[in-house]
């Protein structure tokens, strides 16, 4: 393979950013150069291939699903794909939004985190005395310096954990490859790079676990935060991590 197939990021005319064209490219791999180089980095010999089949998903990690036939013995594999795009370098994308009972559920949170966490999203209000920035919630440093230690530990210790679970996913579809396509309308280009889902981890989930400057929590380069928006509605109150997809370009 060349160097370009083994970094796994290139430079292609035409403009591919959404599932539906990565679809159509992967269901027309045989005359498309850009699904040929996807299918050489997964490790497939192209001659051996027999079908490819790709189908988008809803709802799970996994964001298109490509199932893959080679001649030996019919054999089938099959590869998740996460479908992440950025117009630009400072592009945030969100990979995980749930209720704060939920990720209580999922990491057996205690209840006192539990409890920082949604003073955080705003499920729990500031009382009208306490002299805070935002009187619909607590920024991380509104908290006290044990509520603060506590948190900020608890991520640390689950950190694997949690890293994998906003990023891969558990569930039967959880993604094995992340997709990352940049589209630079004004040259008609799509940037893309592909990375195994560990490897993608390892970039995501690397540094340490800190509060950030704006007073929100850095897990390596994932960023928690309130989900805030919404108008106004109950649902601003969620809980959501959030990366900058190209930085996976860098790494």
């Not at 005395?129 to 603060?148: G, M, P, Q």
């Not at 989900?227 to 996976?248: E, V, W």
Request: overall charge positive.
């Amino acid at each position: 393979m060349n160097d370009l197939v083994r970094i796994g990021s290139e430079t292609a005319k035409g403009g591919f950013a959404n599932e539906d064209a990565i679809i159509d490219k992967f269901n027309s791999w045989k005359n498309d150069k850009e699904a040929k180089k996807w299918l050489e980095i997964m490790d497939y010999k192209l001659k051996e291939i027999k079908e490819v089949k790709a189908i988008k998903l809803h709802g799970y990690k996994t964001d298109v699903q490509v199932k893959v036939i080679v001649f030996m013995k019919e054999a089938i594999s099959i590869q998740n794909l996460s479908i992440k795009k950025a117009n630009h370098d400072a592009d945030y994308n969100q990979i995980d939004k749930r209720w704060v009972n939920k990720y209580k559920e999922m990491w057996n949170i205690p209840e006192s985190i539990t409890k920082s966490l949604k003073k955080f999203t705003g499920e729990i209000k500031p009382l009208k005395s306490y002299k805070v920035r935002d009187k619909r919630r607590f920024f991380l440093n509104e908290l006290t310096e044990k509520e603060r230690d506590d948190l900020v530990n608890f991520f640390k210790k689950h950190k694997i954990k949690i890293v994998a679970d906003i990023i891969k996913g558990s569930d039967k579809f959880a993604a094995d490859w992340m997709l990352v396509t940049k589209y630079n309308k004004g040259k008609n280009e799509t940037t893309w790079v592909l990375k195994d889902i560990n490897y993608t981890m390892d970039v995501f989930g690397g540094g340490d676990v800190v509060i950030s400057p704006r007073d929100s929590l850095y897990i390596g380069r994932i960023t928690m935060q309130r989900k805030g928006g919404d108008a106004g509605r109950k649902t601003a109150n969620m809980l959501q991590f959030k990366i900058k997809p190209c930085d996976l370009f860098k790494y």
